[in-house]
């Protein structure tokens, strides 16, 4: 396996994944493990509370209605990704994993009563309205958020294919809210894409992680290595939410041949999990550079720190999003389920970095390159009567490739030019 360089550890990253527990040995091995008495008196507040309301409350209410009010409030009293799942938020919990729902293609999060963008899918509707990874939604249509229940706010962001939502978002470095006006479609998510930047320099763009992610992007790789002798990839996990958790193992194993890709730990014996590398790997020598940025969040930043751990590639960009809980979800019957968080995950090295996020080796801000004008002076090429090159092709068209994507998205340009500094440094030492 090729070590790319040495370094000091830095901090690293963490996922939402889902485990297969069932809810009765969850409660068994929990009671086993305490065996503490009751809180009586809070049991007796809770019946006091719930009498009052049933006799007092302006309007009747309907005791299931009520427990499952309390239960919602259990969960998300807790974290912010537990939450109780009715039938229609399980059913899209497990189409989501697939590839295909419906909505706008926006992954949210709920923080301090407001929904927190992070990070819009890429080719929805969501991102082709502008939608931007941390926008603060304050308002669906004429509805306030805040207060609201997350599951509560995504209904409300779903609905029937062609109709319109209007979010009011607050976005940083904006003093007013930003209006922005959505129609609702099917979200058909590739989760992978590739082209090849240059000759010889791929380009892999994971949008979030789900069932056939690893095998998709193994496919790519070999697509483009049939296409050219590959010299340099860049893995693009910026704005990923993550996903399923065997996804970002598969994208792992992809580039690494031995090791530790990353474990599990929690109260219950068997939320404790570990996966490592095979010796099977689809490009175990190519040099990787791996683009994160606060949109990166679970599956994305297990995928960047079991490589950044390995030394196999160079993770560039901004801190990624710090999601390192993992999330079991408890079927309560045939059509509801508890989406519980179980367990913290950490990379090879033992790094956790929950509320933190990974910090790239390189660290890239996003920006726009402008050019300095008037400053272009007389070529050779300008000169009346010059002599033609006497080779074959048009020798700028990999500068004005260059050129474009500079002015595109300067951070996968300086990911591309690191790149390229390598493969002379490879060849440098070659020689050498």
Request: proline fraction near 4%.
């Amino acid at each position: 396996m090729m070590k790319l360089f040495s370094r000091v550890p830095l901090a690293a990253a963490l996922l939402g994944c889902t485990l297969g527990l069932s809810a009765p040995a969850l409660a068994e091995e929990v009671v086993e493990s305490e065996q503490k008495a009751l809180p009586l008196t809070e049991l007796r507040m809770f019946a006091d509370v719930f009498d009052r309301i049933k006799q007092a409350y302006v309007e009747p209410v309907d005791d299931r209605q009520l427990l499952e009010d309390a239960i919602r409030g259990m969960l998300t009293g807790l974290d912010p990704h537990s939450a109780y799942l009715e039938a229609e938020a399980f059913e899209s919990l497990q189409i989501h994993t697939t590839g295909e729902f419906g909505g706008l293609g926006i992954e949210v999060g709920l923080e301090d009563g407001f929904i927190r963008v992070i990070a819009p899918i890429d080719d929805t509707p969501a991102q082709r309205a502008g939608v931007r990874a941390g926008d603060l939604i304050i308002k669906l249509d004429d509805t306030p958020v805040q207060g609201m229940d997350l599951n509560e706010a995504v209904d409300m962001m779903r609905g029937e294919v062609g109709t319109t939502i209007r979010l009011t978002i607050m976005r940083d470095g904006r003093d007013q809210p930003l209006e922005l006006d959505i129609v609702r479609d099917v979200i058909k998510v590739a989760s992978v894409r590739h082209e090849l930047l240059e000759p010889g320099y791929g380009y892999l763009r994971i949008s979030q992680f789900q069932a056939h992610t690893g095998e998709d992007l193994i496919a790519a790789i070999r697509k483009m290595q049939q296409d050219d002798v590959l010299k340099g990839l860049v893995l693009d996990l910026r704005n990923n939410p993550g996903g399923v958790l065997q996804a970002a193992v598969e994208v792992g194993n992809a580039f690494l041949d031995e090791g530790l890709i990353v474990y599990t730990e929690g109260r219950l014996p068997n939320s404790e999990l570990r996966f490592s590398a095979s010796e099977e790997t689809v490009a175990p020598d190519t040099p990787l550079v791996v683009l994160i940025n606060g949109g990166s969040a679970s599956a994305s930043e297990i995928v960047a720190g079991a490589l950044q751990d390995h030394q196999r590639a160079v993770i560039m960009g901004t801190d990624s999003f710090g999601k390192g809980s993992v999330q079991t979800v408890l079927p309560l019957g045939e059509d509801r389920a508890i989406k519980l968080t179980t367990a913290r995950y950490f990379t090879p090295n033992g790094r956790s970095i929950q509320a933190q996020g990974i910090k790239p080796d390189l660290r890239v801000d996003d920006a726009r390159l402008t050019r300095i004008e008037g400053g272009s002076r007389i070529k050779e090429r300008d000169l009346a009567g010059h002599l033609e090159n006497g080779t074959k092709g048009d020798v700028t068209e990999t500068a004005e490739q260059s050129s474009d994507l500079s002015a595109r998205d300067f951070q996968l340009y300086e990911a591309l030019n690191l790149l390229k500094a390598m493969q002379i440094l490879q060849r440098s030492q070659s020689s050498g």
